[in-house]
């Protein structure tokens, strides 16, 4: 559809019946065909039309009267509108004045006397006798139709008004002028009025012998209508035919029925004697009707081996008919043999009919050709209807593949009418090429081979080989430029035409069944015995078609690895504790993929290579391989990297978006209900850390060599020195957040209430500080311990750690220690060496005793009282004791 033509300019924009008009404007249609209407004041004026340009028209305006608009129709665009008006007005016309349209002329007025037959008296003149110089503008019609409605200024009208023709003609006239013009049409009239009665009186003798001898005209011809009818002369005419006719009838008819005898004796001898001739024209009309060509080929050998060298006219004749049905035959059986589809052996049936009938062409080769033609059109019309649904709406059609999917990642149901479109060509030309091209190479085979019984001509061999890699050839880069576009050369996507290629996600499901059914061809294609240069181009389609496979599936795997949800549920059943379903998830995933790319891209049929052999398949491998690995690091990695805020407002949009930031490139997909604290949450993450290195990894290579894939060695390498760096990275997160305010409370505690070291009181306890690091202790590890008991030996070595840096560093501080504050301190170092021993690695044990020998060193009584300290400490404090030494907690090894 196109807008609807508008008029916005008209040149002139009045004038009389016509008048050639310029049309202005827009949208008047690319051509002049488009114009199919146009009317100028209501009238129509299409005939006179002259299209020019989109923007401009020529017409002739027609008998209009008034205002009206110009309307101008086209094909596309419709019924159009109007922005001007055009004005069309009448002048009185008389027989001396041209016009270029019929205009009723006004009823003369016939003036008796001298003047009466003047062609001027035909000329409208002035009833006033009055110039109209001055009046040349004229009164404005509108208001004239205003002024007098229903009235004209028209002299010879019925609604005549005088008003109106003063102003028309005399707005401009001056009273004294119209006056005199009153005594002038005064005058007129009355001189009018007397010659006409003078006339008749000069003349009543003739008058009325000329209105006697109309009276007697009238009644002769009443009579002989009466009498004759009324054509007298039509009955008279007949009769003289009729005796004419009679006439010749009495010798007419003799002579010719003899000579009709005779004629016909000698036709009936000639039929007689050579009616196999004579009727053969109809016997084959009637056999090809019925598909009988045997019988038509028969006959027509018979005919030609008795009269092919007679001179007699007749014959020669009849053989013509008999040669012209046998080249429409010829025509036909050749038109039958390229239409296509047909079968092979109805082909090799028609070539049989055509050699026989001796045709002036090879029906053998025109099959080859026509077969191969039908195959390169077929490709054609297929690509480029998909391809065209595939930039439209259309492509969300039902196909035979929506009962053909993999197990993995199979579409919804809702999804099965929207296969997208470049697999559906895939589907359709696999098939239709399984169906076309075993019928071109058989006949091909059977010309070459002599059973159609045709002469081969030299070059055919060539020819057909180069028919045959043609259609390989374009079939194959049709389905590269629809799938694997980028293993195409430049030359050959331009001739092709760009493709739009799907989603990952819209397309990676039906990858393996795309795959079975270029395999399928592939299979009915060698079962032919191609030559191998044609095979080798569908086996190296093939090949490509393998690779991108296996390489979209992985890709595919790291898309949902990027977008699994972590819901924060610890699992505390089975061999491994302290974990959630996310590492689950992800080896669940790994296993589907390595499943389906063996049964779908690593099995091998007939004259295929193994894929792992292939240098650019092990290294698109081994490149996938690592980015799905590395997907799940960097979803740890965004997990361990949203920090989030406290608990109470978890909950909020703000923290629910501030979680959700994108680190790297991944977003962090979990739950935001119930949500575990930040802590907690770095705790969960490197606990996953842990399983997915020790055994996911381990899980995934022993799945890559049982599927027969060579174990990924290099990329689970790499992925775990990431998942390493991680740890450490979680681990030193988790340390800035419970180590630092640890050790930060320990000088604050320990200077509580002003103390000093330099004091005379005896210790019987230790400090509350000493006994404040135990209870920070003792929470740390009930956090952990509370996630994973096998974080203990990563976590709680690194606080004690800090802790006996920490007081390395107050006891170098201090100025001067009295025997009751080197007692203090001794008896406070050792107690929380003792409660963190289990934890304690060599250098923290060295900053502890690099801090006792700050210390001034005890006599044995002073010694005696720090060994009853630590003797009721424990005692006291057997909880704590137990707490962080319970066997429970299993082995500790030490990190250093």
Not at 667 to 675: D, F, G, L, Q
Request: include cysteine.
């Amino acid at each position: 559809m196109a807008p609807p033509p508008v008029v916005t300019g008209l040149s002139p924009n009045e004038g009389l019946p016509g008048t050639r008009i310029t049309i202005r404007g827009e949208n008047f249609g690319s051509k002049p065909t488009d114009l199919i209407g146009l009317s100028i004041c209501g009238f129509d004026c299409l005939l006179s039309a002259e299209w020019k340009t989109p923007n401009k028209i020529i017409a002739i305006s027609g008998p209009v009267k008034g205002k009206g608009e110009v309307i101008v129709t086209t094909r596309y665009g419709g019924v159009g509108t109007c922005s001007v008006t055009f004005k069309g007005y009448h002048e009185t016309i008389g027989p001396m004045k041209e016009s270029a349209v019929w205009v009723e002329e006004t009823t003369p007025l016939f003036v008796w006397g001298r003047h009466s037959l003047s062609p001027s008296s035909y000329q409208q003149e002035d009833p006033l006798g009055l110039s109209v110089e001055g009046n040349e503008k004229k009164f404005p019609e509108e208001d004239l139709m205003s002024y007098f409605p229903e009235k004209s200024g028209d002299i010879a009208a019925n609604n005549f008004s005088a008003g109106w023709f003063l102003l028309e003609n005399h707005h401009a006239t001056s009273f004294n002028d119209l006056q005199a013009g009153l005594l002038h049409l005064r005058r007129k009239v009355e001189g009018q009025k007397e010659g006409q009665l003078s006339f008749l009186k000069a003349n009543i003798g003739s008058v009325t012998d000329q209105i006697d001898t109309l009276t007697n005209l009238r009644e002769k011809h009443e009579a002989d209508l009466h009498r004759f009818g009324s054509e007298p002369t039509l009955k008279l005419e007949k009769s003289i035919k009729e005796s004419e006719r009679e006439g010749r009838k009495l010798f007419d008819d003799v002579l010719a029925r003899r000579d009709r005898a005779e004629k016909t004796r000698n036709a009936l001898n000639v039929l007689a004697r050579f009616r196999f001739l004579f009727c053969l024209p109809c016997v084959i009309d009637r056999n090809i009707k019925k598909g009988e060509y045997d019988i038509v080929i028969n006959d027509y050998i018979r005919v030609k081996n008795l009269f092919n060298k007679t001179d007699v006219p007749i014959f020669k004749s009849a053989l013509n008919e008999v040669e012209k049905r046998i080249k429409d035959l010829q025509t036909k059986l050749h038109l039958d043999l390229k239409t296509m589809p047909i079968t092979v052996e109805q082909q090799k049936r028609l070539i049989r009919y055509l050699v026989n009938l001796d045709c002036p062409y090879d029906p053998a080769w025109d099959a080859i050709k026509s077969r191969s033609n039908f195959i390169n059109e077929k490709i054609k019309q297929v690509y480029n209807f998909h391809n065209t649904t595939d930039k439209n709406d259309a492509n969300k059609s039902k196909s035979n593949v929506t009962s053909k999917y993999s197990k993995y990642n199979p579409p919804a149901p809702s999804d099965l009418n929207t296969i997208p479109a470049n697999v559906n060509f895939v589907d359709e030309i696999c098939l239709s090429i399984s169906e076309t091209f075993p019928d071109l190479w058989k006949i091909g085979q059977a010309y070459f081979s002599g059973e159609l019984r045709v002469k081969v001509e030299p070059g055919r061999h060539v020819e057909f080989k180069h028919i045959v890699m043609t259609i390989m050839e374009s079939f194959c880069k049709s389905i590269r430029s629809s799938v694997i576009p980028n293993t195409l050369d430049k030359n050959d996507k331009t001739i092709l035409g760009p493709w739009t290629i799907p989603e990952l996600e819209e397309v990676a499901p039906f990858l393996p069944e795309l795959l079975r059914c270029v395999r399928s061809t592939y299979i009915a294609l060698i079962k032919l015995d191609l030559p191998s240069e044609a095979l080798d181009i569908v086996s190296s389609l093939l090949l490509d078609l393998r690779i991108h496979c296996m390489s979209t599936l992985f890709k595919e795997a790291a898309e949902q690895i990027k977008q699994l949800n972590e819901n924060w549920k610890i699992d505390f059943s089975g061999d491994y504790v302290g974990i959630t379903e996310l590492p689950i998830k992800f080896e669940q995933i790994i296993q589907d993929v390595i499943q389906i790319v063996k049964e779908s891209v690593l099995s091998t049929e007939h004259r295929e290579t193994s894929l792992l052999e292939n240098p650019t398949a092990n290294k698109e491998l081994n490149k996938q391989i690592e980015a799905v690995l590395t997907s799940f690091h960097n979803v740890l990695n965004n997990l361990s990297s949203d920090e989030g805020c406290d608990d109470d407002e978890d909950n909020s949009p703000v923290v629910s978006q501030l979680i959700g930031t994108p680190v790297n490139g991944y977003k962090a997909n979990y739950t935001n209900n119930n949500m575990p604290i930040w802590e907690h949450r770095l705790l969960i993450t490197l606990s996953n850390c842990l399983y997915t290195k020790n055994v996911v990894f381990a899980n995934i290579l022993k799945k890559f060599k049982e599927s027969g894939f060579p174990a990924p060695e290099h990329p689970v390498r790499n992925a775990k020195d990431k998942l390493d760096a991680l740890e450490k990275s979680i681990l030193e997160k988790y340390l800035e957040q419970k180590s630092d305010p640890l050790v930060g409370t320990i000088e604050p505690s320990m200077y509580l209430g002003r103390f000093d070291w330099d004091v005379d009181i005896t210790p019987n306890s230790i400090r509350p500080y000493a006994k404040e690091c135990i209870n920070n202790v003792i929470h740390v590890h009930s956090e952990v311990n509370s996630i994973s008991s096998s974080l203990l030996e990563s976590v709680l070595p690194q606080v004690v750690l800090t802790i006996a840096e920490e007081l390395y560093r107050l006891m170098s501080c201090v100025q001067k220690f009295s025997k009751s504050g080197a007692q203090q301190a001794t008896a406070d170092i050792n107690a929380l060496q003792i409660f963190f021993d289990h934890y304690c690695t060599p250098k923290a044990r060295s900053y502890f005793q690099e801090a006792l020998d700050i210390i001034p060193p005890l006599e044995n009584a002073e010694a005696t009282v720090v060994q009853d300290i630590l003797r009721q400490c424990k005692a006291r404090m057997r909880i704590q004791f137990l707490c962080l030494t319970s066997q429970a907690n299993g082995p500790v090894k030490r990190s250093h």
